[in-house]
């Protein structure tokens, strides 16, 4: 007999890191499809964190995910973004770098090895544990 489970499989989250540090894990609305607006909305949490923890002075480098390249949210950026920060456009963002891309190549792996040291109960334990792993980070 096979049982489903009663929580949903995982959880959306973001974050940025750089050599300065890290931001707060954001765990994305269960169910809430990533739009433009959504991530913008996203954006005025993190881009403040990004913006104390570096003085302003970064360089902000997203994936290719349709939210990310949407007008609307490079105008965002181009409003919100310090004036001594920079956004890498798309067109130079650089193919599959583990050097560029820590997140995607280590970070989200690392994370997931702390989330899974123990069994998860429910999708509360599992956003518990996220937060608890991040920290770890």
């Not at 049982?3 to 994305?28: M, N, Q």
């Not at 990533?34 to 996203?42: F, K, P, R, S, V």
């Not at 002075?57 to 490079?74: E, K, N, P, S, V």
């Not at 123990?118 to 544990?129: F, G, N, Q, S, T």
Request: with cysteine; net charge negative.
């Amino acid at each position: 007999m096979c049982e489903k489970a009663t929580f949903p499989r995982g959880i959306l989250v973001s974050a940025a890191v750089s050599k300065l540090g890290k931001t707060s894990i954001y765990l994305i609305d269960q169910g809430v499809s990533i739009d433009a607006e959504y991530y913008c909305g996203l954006m005025s949490e993190m881009i403040p964190e990004m913006t104390a923890q570096s003085g302003g002075d970064f360089t902000f480098q997203q994936d290719g995910a349709r939210a990310h390249t949407a007008r609307h949210t490079l105008a965002y950026f181009a409003e919100h973004l310090p004036e001594t920060a920079s956004l890498l456009e798309p067109d130079n963002w650089p193919p599959c770098s583990p050097d560029l891309n820590p997140m995607d190549y280590a970070v989200w792996g690392q994370l997931g090895r702390l989330v899974y040291k123990v069994k998860i109960r429910d999708i509360e334990h599992l956003a518990d544990r996220i937060g608890e792993a991040w920290a770890e980070l």
